[in-house]
């Protein structure tokens, strides 16, 4: 958010530009690292398990 309020000081548009790509990799991050956190125990207690 910050780099975003910098950008917006140069320029409108490059602030737009930085606060949307900041959002996106920020959606992006959360929603994949739930994901690598829940799917790493499952396959490693499913290796455990199996003989």
């Excluded at 917006?8 to 996106?24: F, H, N, P, R």
């Excluded at 990799?25 to 490693?44: D, G, K, Q, T």
Aim: with cysteine; charged share 20%; aromatic share 6%.
């Amino acid at each position: 958010m910050i780099a975003g309020g910098v950008l917006a000081t140069s320029g409108v548009e490059a602030g737009l530009w930085g606060g949307v790509a900041g959002l996106a990799l920020f959606i992006m991050a959360a929603a994949s690292l739930p994901f690598l956190r829940c799917a790493a125990p499952e396959e490693r207690t499913k290796i455990e398990r199996r003989p």
